[in-house]
């Protein structure tokens, strides 16, 4: 969706081996701490000082929770587990409806091409 969709397209396009950032994900090993590392030290000139890569999990829930999308639907667009067995039963949303609640809460739909 918007600048974050243009981006990704660009990020598969030059990946050379299946892999968005083959640099911290391999087949064998992905290396969470290292990605989120580099990227907490690249933002810190562009964000408020306190502010990290995982605040824009938290404020990705806060808009969406403010557009009235339904808690399941958070929980699997943020990668969060629900609480419930019946969560884990079936395939979850999909890609589609996914994209209908960023689409909602895009701040404006970007085309880049």
Same mark, same amino acid.
């Given at each position: 969706v918007g600048a974050a969709g243009w981006a990704v397209k660009r990020a598969i396009e030059? /990946?050379? $081996? @299946? =892999?968005? =950032?083959?640099?911290?994900?391999?087949?064998?090993e992905c290396k969470f701490d290292y990605s989120s590392n580099s990227l907490n030290k690249w933002l810190r000139n562009y964000v408020p000082?306190?502010?990290? *890569?995982? /605040? =824009?999990?938290?404020?990705?829930s806060d808009r969406l929770r403010e557009a009235q999308c339904p808690a399941d639907m958070i929980d699997q *667009? @943020? @990668?969060?587990?629900?609480?419930?067995? @019946? !969560?884990g039963y079936g395939e979850g949303? /999909?890609? $589609? !409806?996914?994209?209908?609640? &960023? &689409?909602? *809460? /895009?701040? !404006?739909?970007? $085309? &880049?091409d």
């Open positions: 030059s /990946s050379y $081996n @299946g =892999f968005l =950032f083959p640099r911290y994900c391999s087949k064998d000082k306190g502010c990290v *890569i995982h /605040s =824009f999990r938290h404020s990705m *667009i @943020g @990668g969060w587990s629900t609480a419930g067995i @019946g !969560q949303y /999909s890609l $589609n !409806q996914k994209w209908e609640w &960023l &689409l909602r *809460i /895009s701040l !404006q739909p970007l $085309n &880049l």
